[in-house]
């Protein structure tokens, strides 16, 4: 199953059918919303509104456990996440899509885990994105003929204000692509769930860097996003049968396979409950 987190425009992609809404739970609280699912030809996928439906849950409010944990429990094996961003390049104007392949995060929010104390585990975010995706998306979007970069450095922070002008320029002086403030801890999450991640990055705004752009208006942020979604339901439309089933060559869905270091008799077994669905696979190893 394809797992999609993203506005709600999305939802409404051609061709999807047996819609139905249905509640997910999750033991690290409520997630956004209610989950999406649905059928695209032969393959499942089920939505997530990063935000809630109606855009009522601010960035930093957003529970990133439940929203992956609540996605692995419906059995999504790989998410797509995707987000509106400003850009930190004059080559990345607004309409482009961005390939996200790093991130940095500079947003306060917790947790940004769920492992804790009673359950220590350590997974690897050198390639924080699933490079397998990362090529299905690219290969859509050339398809579609949309204006697309593959690869760049998304920048997360904390939100909900814009950046300030001197915070826009110590970004670009790390070389970074996009900046925005929903995909942290949300790929860290996904990596320790064991679910592919990648990010398409639509590019809204050019943040307040630029000289024609010296600040960012919701109004023309909303206008954008909006062409934006019409091009983001089609590049799904297109990726979801390119997405093959079976173990990722990559081995996203065996993060976790070396990286709990708590002995089994050392464990939390509350913790442990919680993470039937997450880490589940190694747990019930021990």
């Not at 929203?67 to 482009?96: F, H, M, Q, W, Y």
């Not at 990010?199 to 919701?218: G, L, R, Y």
């Amino acid at each position: 199953m394809i797992g999609i987190v993203g506005g709600t425009g999305l939802y409404d992609i051609e061709g999807l059918t047996d819609r139905h809404w249905r509640h997910v739970g999750s033991p690290f609280g409520p997630p956004s919303d209610d989950l999406l699912f649905g059928r695209l030809g032969t393959r499942q996928v089920v939505f997530l509104p990063r935000h809630g439906r109606g855009h009522r849950i601010p960035p930093h409010e957003i529970n990133f456990r439940a929203n992956i944990d609540a996605l692995k429990r419906a059995g999504a094996t790989c998410v797509i996440s995707v987000s509106a961003v400003g850009s930190l390049k004059t080559e990345l104007p607004p309409g482009t899509f961005v390939m996200v392949d790093q991130f940095i995060d500079r947003t306060l929010r917790g947790p940004k885990t769920f492992f804790g104390k009673g359950l220590v585990a350590h997974v690897s975010m050198g390639h924080p994105t699933c490079l397998r995706l990362v090529d299905d998306l690219v290969a859509s979007a050339q398809a579609l003929s949309l204006p697309h970069q593959k690869g760049g450095t998304y920048v997360v922070m904390e939100g909900p204000q814009f950046s300030t002008m001197a915070e826009s320029e110590l970004h670009r002086s790390w070389k970074a692509d996009v900046i925005g403030m929903t995909n942290m801890p949300e790929a860290k999450l996904a990596r320790e769930a064991e679910l592919c991640y990648a990010t398409v990055a639509m590019v809204t705004d050019f943040d307040c860097w630029h000289p024609d752009h010296d600040h960012v208006e919701v109004a023309d942020v909303i206008r954008v996003m909006t062409a934006n979604a019409s091009s983001a339901r089609k590049l799904l439309v297109d990726v979801i049968p390119r997405i093959t089933e079976g173990a990722c060559p990559r081995g996203c869905d065996r993060a976790l396979e070396h990286a709990i270091l708590t002995a089994p008799a050392a464990r939390d077994p509350e913790l442990v409950d919680h993470l039937d669905a997450v880490a589940g696979r190694v747990l019930r190893k021990a």
